[in-house]
């Protein structure tokens, strides 16, 4: 009898399954669904492209977008300029002439300020997707977080570069020296916000490339020329009267904006993320929740 009783208790506790509730399950497949999208993958490249492409074309529009504040622009630079003085680093009028009247050096950053923010950038983009795919989502969301964020600056705060300002005699080096490239000088200047310098997306950019070059690369003599881009960077939208030193640090502070979503998001910096993508199957116990669920 008592033989009996042990193996029907066994039995039952054989047989017996935990009941699983609706919202259990759902609530299970949303985290394993987030955990999903965190998941470093291999990237696509039509996805990336057209991504880029969309991106870029949406950020331009939104910039060129907003309203052209002259006064308030011109206003907020003469305030920029007091404060440069008042903290004793107002030297960019200094470095603008001193550098326009070496010919060469001035057009040689004329054309560096027009062309490699476009093309430094993107050659970063595709030496990460094709070597680091693992990395890759996570190092791309921190220059787009960074590139949004930099449109509510132009929004919220016009700001007229140096050499658009009122009695300071910048020099507008692309006008001078008759330069292309420039979509804030020349013929093309309606076709661009002449009042969008705050923050600068050159030094944003520039040392979002220099620091993942650092971060990333082994060789010595490529994790130097990381650091020297954005340095060379800064030095060139100065010299062309394009910002002044408070824009690069409005650059540093959207670029350190898009780490802090970056980290937020996939729990990590981009260069300590898997090298190649993880795999992205549902864990066992989810699977088989979705599976109970469904049946």
């Not at 009042?195 to 490339?209: F, K, T, V």
Request: hydrophobic letters at 50%; a positive charge; glycine letters at 6%.
């Amino acid at each position: 009898m008592g033989e009996a009783s042990v193996k029907t208790l066994e039995t039952r506790t054989d047989v017996s399954s935990p009941i699983v509730s609706e919202g259990e399950v759902r609530r299970e497949s949303e985290r394993t669904l987030l955990a999903r999208l965190r998941l470093p993958r291999r990237p696509r490249i039509w996805f990336e492209v057209l991504l880029i492409a969309v991106s870029y074309w949406t950020y331009s529009l939104i910039r060129n977008a907003v309203p052209e504040q002259k006064a308030a622009a011109l206003a907020n630079a003469d305030w920029i300029w007091s404060v440069e003085h008042g903290l004793g680093i107002a030297v960019e009028q200094s470095i603008n002439h001193a550098v326009n009247s070496v010919t060469w050096l001035i057009v040689g950053m004329n054309y560096y300020y027009a062309t490699l923010h476009f093309v430094v950038t993107i050659g970063v983009l595709v030496w990460i997707y094709r070597f680091h795919p693992g990395r890759y989502a996570a190092t791309r969301l921190v220059l787009f977080a960074t590139t949004g964020v930099a449109l509510v600056g132009y929004y919220f705060y016009p700001l007229a570069p140096p050499r658009l300002m009122n009695g300071q005699q910048f020099v507008d080096t692309v006008l001078v020296h008759h330069t292309w490239g420039s979509m804030a000088s020349g013929n093309l200047k309606h076709m661009s916000n002449q009042y969008a310098a705050m923050p600068s997306m050159h030094i944003g950019w520039s040392l979002w490339c220099g620091l993942t070059i650092f971060a990333v690369a082994s060789a010595p003599w490529a994790r130097i020329l990381g650091l020297l881009y954005p340095a060379a960077t800064l030095v060139v939208i100065v010299a062309t009267a394009n910002h002044f030193w408070l824009d690069a640090v409005g650059g540093m502070t959207c670029l350190a904006f898009g780490f802090a979503v970056t980290r937020i998001w996939y729990g990590s910096l981009p260069h300590r993320l898997p090298r190649q993508p993880v795999h992205t199957d549902p864990h066992p116990a989810s699977a088989a929740l979705l599976n109970r669920f469904r049946r």
